[in-house]
């Protein structure tokens, strides 16, 4: 059974983590976080790619850091789908290949996901190289105001913050989506 055709609860670290992405930039620091949520696609965040010098129809460097012997990717971002990070803030980036040991998490709604325990990850600026996990449990949908969308209210959150709704996807249910 692939990842994407898991049931909550099927989840693990491992299944995040094999899906974690390094956007990297030119210097070949990095600018941030993608997930692969498709076969050969990667969401993350518009300011992302912009941290990395890209933006829509441009080309990415990306990394696998948690996949053995994956090597650097580059990705291609997908204009139509591009959302500016004053907007929704999204990307898709389309990969040139696919490590072979990679897996893909499946995207799920903040609709109705009141109490839910969620994780995401990251490489914020003090956590270890290889990244770390947020932990959090959601609250209420935000209504969006001044041209934002809505926002995913967290509560008990390590390391995570309100997420605009754009960035939603990208958090996994604890123990699954």
């Known amino acids: 059974m692939s990842s994407a055709e898991k049931k909550p609860g099927e989840g693990n670290a491992s299944d995040l983590l094999a899906a974690v992405v390094q956007v990297l930039r030119p210097d070949g620091?990095?600018?941030?976080?993608?997930?692969?949520?498709?076969?050969?696609?990667?969401?993350?965040?518009?300011?992302?790619?912009?941290?990395a010098g890209g933006g829509p129809e441009t080309v990415v460097q990306l990394a696998f850091p948690h996949v053995r012997g994956a090597?650097?990717?580059?990705?291609?971002?997908?204009?139509?789908?591009?959302?500016?990070?004053?907007?929704?803030?999204?990307?898709?980036?389309?990969?040139s290949r696919m490590p072979a040991d990679a897996r893909t998490l499946p995207l799920g709604s903040a609709e109705e996901c009141r109490g839910h325990h969620v994780r995401s990850f990251g490489f914020p600026a003090q956590a270890p190289p290889e990244g770390h996990f947020g932990f959090?449990?959601?609250?209420?949908?935000?209504?969006?105001?001044?041209?934002?969308?809505?926002?995913?209210?967290?509560?008990?959150?390590?390391?995570?913050?309100?997420?605009?709704?754009?960035?939603?996807?990208?958090?996994?249910?604890?123990?699954?989506?």
Request: with cysteine.
């Open 29 to 51: 620091g990095v600018a941030g976080v993608g997930f692969l949520v498709a076969d050969g696609v990667v969401v993350t965040c518009a300011h992302v790619v912009e941290a």
């Open 71 to 95: 090597d650097r990717v580059e990705g291609s971002v997908t204009g139509h789908l591009w959302r500016a990070s004053e907007d929704e803030d999204v990307a898709f980036i389309r990969l």
């Open 136 to 177: 959090g449990v959601a609250g209420d949908l935000l209504p969006g105001s001044g041209g934002r969308s809505a926002h995913l209210q967290l509560t008990a959150a390590n390391d995570l913050r309100g997420l605009p709704l754009s960035e939603r996807d990208r958090l996994v249910r604890e123990g699954g989506a």
